[in-house]
């Protein structure tokens, strides 16, 4: 005979316990059935109101009566028929009101954990968990579980995945963490002031909406228009502020932390060996300062984000912790298309750049908006040569780098012989890089 949530392992290895989520967790599942309710609404307004218009007090207050108690009956037993364990090899996660599900996560398939905290969560002590799983199209996660609880099972997952044994995983706790940099919010706020996605939509607006109001004098049609133009304006200023307020980077055994958000706290890792691409954007209004916006690509996660604004310096140190070995490639090493090229992209060729050293391939577009993709030889999965009809007649081709990441860098613009040399020369960079690379493991 077993406990209650202990499973009995026939080969004689210690059982596997399983445990249950935070308490508050049926208070955020209880809303299933109202937003069920509310998409009906969204989905069908006229015939949401029709039915409302329907309903007497009486009849509303005995609605209320039973959806309530259902509701938290619901969020009750989806929380009790939830569990999770840690074995030798996985995490496995079982869950399922009527139909049963359980969920197999392969420990050393683990890229990267992430624990995050809503508002709400941080008022009542709770956090989930984020995983990221290769070959996953989305996180999978825990939520919630206590505070304490979820970064300690964060560091038990971690250690397991580096390899530690079972019996010591649990103590090895965290790794300790070095803060690199810290974006003042003062910083912040300029640089968003300064990015012309905020400005544009303000405009637009400003222009369109007393145009929409002479031609339709529809409050209505404005409003249609105008929230999803404010609510794009908002989203580049004010959403990135609260979301990127307080970003704090700082290097640890297990990869590269990053702890944000002035609303919503996150707290995420870059798993070392599987950043594929670093870009450094540099938006037209931020050179004059010298900053720059540091964004990622990395296999198996999506974490995007490495830094939103920083010193130019700064952000090539660290994207040298970021891809060992790799050092940013000055402007004087980047050679232009040729002239003939102007045919084919007018103004803009001369936006685009191509260097290409020992360790990466490094291409540049934007001449208003510039952004740099550095990628180490190893990373790179396939070299593709497209040359269209209108490029044949002006001898010049784009090279396609693809990733492990399934993003692609190109070089474009390239003249037609240099493009077939730097084809085959890439496909042999790759294939030594790929040999030498040190295996990705954590804590290494």
């Not at 109202?34 to 009849?59: E, F, K, N, S, Y």
């Not at 995050?116 to 984020?130: C, D, I, W």
């Not at 990127?244 to 700082?250: N, Q």
């Not at 990622?296 to 070995?325: F, H, K, Q, Y």
């Amino acid at each position: 005979m077993t406990a209650p949530g202990v499973q009995e392992d026939v080969t004689g290895r210690p059982p596997v316990v399983e445990r249950r989520l935070h308490p508050v967790t049926p208070l955020r599942r209880a809303w299933a059935p109202v937003a069920v309710l509310m998409g009906w609404a969204v989905h069908d307004p006229d015939g949401a109101q029709r039915q409302l218009t329907r309903l007497t007090t009486t009849t509303l207050l005995l609605g209320l009566a039973v959806l309530i108690p259902a509701a938290a009956l619901y969020g009750f037993l989806s929380w009790w028929f939830t569990h999770f364990a840690v074995t030798d090899s996985e995490l496995r996660v079982r869950t399922g009101l009527l139909f049963r599900r359980t969920a197999h996560i392969r420990l050393e398939r683990i890229q990267a954990i992430d624990v995050t905290q809503p508002l709400l969560a941080r008022v009542a002590g709770v956090a989930k968990l984020k995983l990221d799983v290769i070959g996953a199209d989305k996180k999978d996660e825990l939520a919630f579980l206590g505070a304490g609880e979820a970064r300690a099972l964060r560091a038990e997952l971690l250690a397991r995945a580096a390899g530690f044994a079972p019996e010591t995983a649990h103590e090895v706790g965290e790794a300790p963490s070095q803060q690199m940099l810290r974006v003042p919010p003062g910083v912040l706020a300029v640089s968003l002031l300064l990015t012309a996605a905020t400005w544009v939509w303000l405009l637009v607006a400003a222009v369109a909406l007393p145009l929409l109001w002479t031609a339709t004098h529809s409050l209505w049609t404005v409003l249609a228009a105008g929230i999803p133009m404010l609510g794009a304006a908002g989203a580049s200023s004010v959403g990135r502020f609260v979301a990127e307020y307080d970003w704090t980077l700082g290097e640890s055994p297990d990869g590269l932390r990053i702890d944000h958000g002035l609303l919503d706290r996150a707290h995420e890792t870059v798993p070392p060996g599987r950043v594929q691409t670093v870009r450094l954007v540099e938006p037209l209004l931020w050179r004059r300062r010298g900053w720059v916006r540091v964004e990622l690509d990395v296999a198996g996660s999506s974490n995007s984000l490495l830094l939103p604004v920083a010193p130019r310096a700064m952000a090539e140190s660290v994207v040298a912790r970021v891809l060992p070995g790799v050092t940013v490639p000055p402007s004087e090493a980047f050679s232009r298309p040729p002239r003939g090229a102007r045919w084919c992209v007018p103004v803009w060729w001369r936006g685009h750049g191509l260097a290409v050293t020992d360790a990466v391939f490094a291409s540049r577009h934007g001449l208003l908006r510039r952004s740099l993709s550095l990628v180490p030889h190893a990373k790179v999965q396939s070299v593709r040569l497209a040359q269209g009809p209108w490029q044949r007649a002006h001898g010049v081709a784009d090279v396609h780098v693809d990733t492990g990441a399934n993003g692609t860098v190109t070089a474009r613009l390239r003249p037609a012989e240099e493009a077939a040399a730097l084809l085959h020369a890439q496909a042999e960079r790759s294939r030594t890089g790929r040999r030498d690379a040190l295996p990705d493991r954590w804590m290494a």
